[in-house]
Nanobody, 121 residues
């Protein structure tokens, strides 16, 4: 099983910043890509940003220019730097790991438990 440990969420005022972290652990798996999704109350889960093993990144239009996704050299930890936060960014943020698991010999998505981000004055 692939385990994802998320941290960095919290309560901030509009215009402030947060940095989310997600560490992947386990055995017998290879990570192809990692990313972040978010879900606000009453809304569907949506993609925020992704980063592949080659370093290629992808962002939702709503966060371009404000959020930055990055990873460590081993690609077992992914980060999301969130700047100029607005109330519309309030949601539960989920870490996603797209990985090959040896036991099932196939690629699939693994999800973290989520971390709450609240932007309010």
């Amino acid at each position: 099983q692939v385990q994802l440990a998320e941290s960095g969420g919290g309560l901030v005022q509009p215009g402030e910043s947060l940095r989310l972290s997600c560490a992947a652990s386990g055995s017998l798996f290879r990570i192809n890509a990692m990313g972040w999704y978010r879900q606000a109350p009453g809304k569907e889960r949506e993609l925020v940003a992704t980063i592949s093993s080659s370093g290629s990144t992808n962002y939702a239009d709503s966060v371009k220019g404000r959020f930055t996704i990055s990873r460590d050299s081993a690609m077992n930890t992914v980060y999301l730097q969130m700047n100029s936060l607005t109330p519309e960014d309030t949601a539960v943020y989920y870490c996603d790991c797209f990985a090959y698991k040896y036991s099932v010999q196939g690629l699939r998505h693994y999800w973290g438990q989520g971390t709450q981000v609240t932007v309010s004055s």
